[in-house]
């Protein structure tokens, strides 16, 4: 069984590979779509990259805001990678050279998130804007590299000691989002090698859970206490 899940998990990440395809795929890409592509959408500009980009799920709408789009992670998981490279250390990027970045649930998978911070606020110009995400609440994924979660108090110290400016840190999902997205996971891994049924499948949790889940937040947890994690927006002076 968990064979079979984990190669759907695979199979959901090519097919739904845009962030609008995953919008409805649990209730924690629902609440993440509706804070980080507002954020996108008013803060990205120019010469941009994108920090730990993954299979580059924001990739189609951030390219439809910026006049360039370069990307960077430790290994190519998406072919096309521009910097393959430690972001500890992103040496083979000059001073100054970026008018924006993004950096989705990057820095819980980071052994040192200040120096990381520092590197980004390096490799940035003056006055470009830094949209970051980051997990509240999360289960261990990724592991062994798996090593922080964050407050929305910790990710603003974190950000200000490295020089940036806070513009806005907004929550994404609640309790009822941090729950449903454990089942939805399962619900749709479990029908997505069956031809039909799965749409079938995607379309039950879409209104079941997603939708309930995240009414049940913003009816329940209006202070974010159980916040999922955070979108943040800074600016280097």
């Keep these: 069984m968990s064979g079979l899940l984990r190669k759907n998990r695979k199979r959901i990440n090519e097919e739904l590979n845009t962030c609008h395809k995953r919008r409805f795929f649990t209730p924690l890409t629902y609440g993440t779509y509706g804070v980080t592509i507002p954020a996108i959408a ?3 500009r120019g010469k941009l990259i994108d920090i730990g980009c993954g299979d580059m799920p924001y990739k189609d709408f951030i390219t439809s805001k910026v006049s360039n789009y370069d ?3 430790i290994e190519e998981r998406t072919e096309g990678v521009t910097f393959i490279g430690d972001i500890h250390n992103m040496d083979m990027i000059d001073d100054d050279s970026y008018d924006s970045a993004v950096c989705f649930e990057v820095l819980e998978h980071v ?33 062994p590299h798996d090593y922080f979660r964050y407050t929305k108090y910790g990710i603003r110290l974190l950000l200000e000691d490295a020089g ?25 891994c479990l029908f997505w090698h069956i031809p039909v049924i799965k749409h079938v499948a995607f379309f039950i949790n879409k209104w079941l859970c997603v939708r309930l889940c995240h009414f049940l937040d913003k009816a329940f ?17």
């Design 111 to 143: 052994q040192h998130p200040a120096k990381a911070l520092s590197e980004i606020f390096r490799i940035l110009k003056s006055k470009a804007h830094l949209i970051l995400s980051v997990p509240h609440l999360s289960r261990l994924h990724e592991e």
């Design 71 to 73: 990307t960077f992670d």
């Design 42 to 44: 008013n803060y990205a």
């Design 221 to 237: 947890d209006k202070n974010h206490i159980f916040a999922c994690g955070y979108t943040c927006v800074a600016q280097k002076p």
């Design 164 to 188: 940036f400016k806070v513009i806005k840190i907004n929550a994404r999902g609640d309790i009822f989002s941090f729950l449903g997205h454990q089942s939805s996971t399962f619900f749709v």
